[in-house]
């Protein structure tokens, strides 16, 4: 994960109902025009996952998504993919690169799970601290994962591109919460009951870019 971009006063981002307004033909025309046609198969596959979750449980749709995302993108940092420090890449960007790191798997399972109906003020994204064992010993990383609040009260689940599993928040002794966000704005904290903050951490300049080109692509 790169830095996070974080200044001045706090914006709250309103996205009331995050959905393709564009056909499978135009997503297609989307990635192959930017990307090449490699990626068409797991576009396929992904807009397939939408448009079969109707009936799901909310609980099924978490479990469906996160594998989809964690089996089928690779993960890879920006300066690999992108060129670049930072880069916070929209679902269709991610899937037509077939990579991704920390933020693009948490963005593009959020996004998806709101297409297939799971409201905003359940999920948040957030930026945690993670404790990671590497070959010189233990370090702390910058990190994101996806949050999933069943009700306002409960103990978020986690999805995560770490594990494969989902996690209840208690049981990732791993993480280490800083802040959250979802496209209504920006929390101090990550318990489901807190209220948008008034001053916070200030505006997300990453996430107000990601959301207009995720609108610029049909996402609304």
């Known amino acids: 994960m790169g830095r996070l971009l974080i200044g001045g006063s706090l914006a709250v981002f309103v996205c009331c109902s995050i959905g393709a307004s564009l056909d499978l033909q135009g997503w297609e025309t989307l990635l192959v025009a930017r990307f090449g046609p490699a990626r068409v198969v797991l576009l396929n596959d992904w807009y397939q996952l939408i448009t079969a979750s109707k009936g799901w449980s909310e609980e099924y749709k978490l479990q469906r998504i996160n594998d989809f995302f964690n089996k089928n993108i690779s993960f890879d940092d920006d300066r690999s993919i992108w060129q670049q420090s930072d880069y916070w890449a929209t679902p269709l960007e991610t899937i037509g690169q077939g990579r991704g790191d920390c933020e693009d798997f948490a963005i593009a399972k959020y996004f998806t799970l709101r297409m297939t109906g799971v409201p905003l003020s359940k999920m948040r994204l957030i930026y945690v601290k993670a404790r990671l064992m590497t070959p010189v010993g233990e370090s702390q990383q910058a990190h994101m994962v996806l949050a999933y609040y069943a009700r306002p009260g409960a103990e978020p689940l986690v999805?995560?591109?770490?594990?494969?599993?989902?996690?209840?928040?208690?049981?990732?002794?791993?993480?280490?919460?800083?802040?959250?966000?979802?496209?209504?704005?920006?929390?101090?904290?990550?318990?489901?009951?807190?209220?948008?903050?008034?001053?916070?951490?200030?505006?997300?300049?990453?996430?107000?870019?990601l959301l207009r080109r995720a609108r610029a692509e049909g996402f609304d």
């Open 159 to 209: 999805l995560d591109n770490l594990q494969s599993s989902i996690q209840p928040a208690s049981r990732r002794h791993d993480l280490r919460p800083v802040f959250s966000f979802n496209s209504e704005g920006v929390f101090a904290g990550v318990s489901g009951t807190e209220k948008v903050s008034a001053g916070g951490p200030g505006r997300l300049s990453r996430w107000e870019d």
